[in-house]
C-alpha cells in the first residue's frame, strides 16, 4: 500500500515545485502539500523528496497570501455610530486554521473617512448641515448594519516554517478596509508590521510530523534568530524565546566599571592594628577615581588624592578587569602607577568589589604598593637616576578602602 502512494505524493509534489514559478492556490492547501510530503518522508526516505519539500517551503515562505472578508476566513464587524467620537467601532477578526487567535484587529471608523468627505464640528455646522450630517449618518448605519456588506477588508500575510515540528509563523503584514459605495477607496491601511496588536503568532498543525536531522534542526533554530532581526519589531515570540531575550537583555545592559569614586584610603606598612600606636600611625588618603570602561570586563582610569599625615598629593593611572555576580556585585582587579609630590613613585596591585544599587555604588577594597623612594635618585641621566631609585628595595605598604560611587 506505500508504494503507490508515495508515487503519487512524489508526482504531485515533482508537478507543484516545477511549475512554472505559480504561487501555491491557498495558505491552505500549500501547508497541506508540505505535510503531505513530509508523511511521504516519514514513510520512506527520499533525496527527491527532500529536494521537493526544501522547495516547497520556499514558495511558501516567499507568497504573500490574500484573504477577505468577502471570504470566508475574514470578518468585519461595525459597531453601532458614537455621536462623542462621531465614528463606528471596528472589529476585523479571523478564523485560520480553526482558531481566531491568529489575527484580531479593533478601531474606530471615523465619519469623514468612512463618507470620504471633510468633517467639520457639528459646533460650527449650520442647521441645514446639522440635518445633512444626522440624515447620513442614518443612512449609513442603516447600510451598515443591513448586511449589504458596503464595507469588506483585505488582509495580507506570510507564513513561514518554524521551530518545531509542524509548527508555522503567522505573520500580517498588511490589513485594509475598502468603501464599495466611493469605488471601493481603500479608506483605512492598518501597517501590521510596526502594531503590537498584530504581531505575529505561531501555528500548529496536526498531525506533527517531524523529519529533520538534528543538523536541521539547528539550521532552522539559527534562520529563526535572523527572521526575528528582519521580521517585525512588534513580533510576539514564543514564551521560551521571550525569556531567552529577557535574559540577554538583562546582560547586555551590563557595562563595565565606568564612573567616579570618592575613596577614604588608610595605609599602613604593616597589617598589625593590635595597638593604638599603630592604629595612630595609619596614613589617612582621601581619593578620587575617574574610571572608563571602552570594554565590558576593561576599565582603565586616574586617580587624584591628597595624604593628609605626609601633607602630600598625588595623581596616578591605573586599568583593570572586572565582572559581574548577580545584578548587584561588581568584583574587580586593578593595578595602577602614582607618583606623588614627596618624590615617592607608588605601584599598586589590588581588588575589591563594588556593590551596585542603580547608577550609585558602595566600594571597599584593598591595595599593596610597592613604594620606591625618587628622591634617592642619582647618576648622570634621567634614565641612570630611575635605575638607581630602583635598585633599592621598595617600601611595601597596605592599604584598605572604602568609598561611595556615581556609574553611568
Known amino acids: 500500500m506505500k508504494k503507490p ?3 503519487t505524493v512524489l508526482f504531485f509534489a515533482l508537478t507543484a515545485a516545477f511549475s512554472q514559478g505559480t504561487a501555491p492556490a ?6 497541506q502539500d508540505i505535510e503531505d510530503i513530509k508523511q511521504a518522508i516519514s514513510l520512506s526516505e527520499s533525496a527527491e523528496l527532500r529536494t521537493v519539500l ?9 507568497t504573500t497570501f490574500i484573504e477577505s472578508s468577502n471570504g470566508s476566513h475574514v470578518y468585519l464587524t461595525v459597531g453601532n455610530y458614537d455621536t462623542k467620537s462621531q465614528s463606528w467601532p471596528l472589529t476585523i477578526s479571523t478564523v485560520f486554521f480553526g482558531t481566531g487567535e491568529l489575527f484580531s484587529f479593533q478601531t474606530n471608523l471615523n465619519y469623514a473617512e468612512l463618507m470620504g468627505k471633510r468633517f467639520v464640528k457639528t459646533s460650527d455646522m449650520t442647521e441645514r448641515q446639522v440635518t445633512d450630517y444626522e440624515e447620513s449618518v442614518s443612512a449609513y448605519d442603516n447600510l451598515l448594519h443591513s448586511g449589504e456588506g458596503i464595507l ?16 508555522y509563523l503567522f505573520a500580517p503584514v498588511l490589513c485594509t478596509v475598502a468603501n ?3 469605488k471601493s477607496k481603500i479608506i483605512l491601511n492598518v501597517d501590521c508590521t510596526e502594531n503590537t496588536s498584530t504581531a505575529p503568532k505561531t501555528f500548529s498543525v496536526s498531525p506533527k510530523i517531524e523529519v529533520r536531522t538534528a543538523q536541521e534542526k539547528n539550521a532552522d533554530s539559527r534562520r529563526i534568530i535572523v527572521l526575528k532581526k528582519t521580521e517585525s519589531p512588534a513580533q510576539e515570540e514564543p514564551a521560551e524565546t521571550a525569556d531567552t531575550e529577557q535574559t540577554d537583555s538583562k546582560k547586555s545592559n551590563w557595562r563595565g566599571r565606568q564612573g567616579v569614586f570618592v575613596l577614604a584610603n588608610l595605609e599602613r606598612s604593616d597589617m598589625d592594628f593590635s595597638s593604638l600606636d599603630s592604629i595612630i600611625n595609619i596614613s589617612p ?3 578620587g577615581d575617574f574610571n572608563f570602561a571602552p570594554l565590558k570586563f576593561l ?3 586616574f586617580d587624584v588624592g591628597v595624604n593628609f599625615l605626609e601633607n602630600s598629593y598625588y595623581i596616578g593611572y591605573f586599568n583593570g578587569l572586572n565582572f559581574q555576580l548577580g545584578k548587584h556585585i561588581v568584583p574587580f582587579a586593578r593595578a595602577g602607577l602614582d607618583a606623588r609630590t614627596n618624590g615617592m613613585l607608588d605601584i599598586r596591585l589590588g581588588g575589591g568589589s563594588d556593590f551596585v544599587f542603580g547608577g550609585v555604588a558602595f566600594t571597599a577594597g584593598y591595595n599593596c604598593s610597592l613604594r620606591y623612594d625618587l628622591n634617592t635618585a642619582s647618576g648622570e641621566n634621567f634614565f641612570q637616576a630611575v635605575k638607581s631609585a630602583f635598585s633599592i628595595d621598595p617600601t611595601i605598604l597596605h592599604a584598605i578602602y572604602v ?3 556615581i556609574r553611568w
Open 180 to 182: 464599495t459605495r466611493l
Open 26 to 31: 491557498s495558505y491552505f492547501s500549500a501547508i
Open 403 to 405: 568609598g561611595l560611587g
Open 285 to 287: 588618603c582621601l581619593q
Open 54 to 62: 526544501a522547495s516547497e517551503y520556499e514558495r511558501l515562505e516567499n
Open 152 to 167: 469588506y477588508a483585505e488582509l495580507y500575510f506570510k507564513i513561514y516554517r518554524w521551530k518545531e515540528a509542524s509548527e
Open 299 to 301: 576599565f582603565l582610569g
Open 5 to 7: 502512494f508515495l508515487v
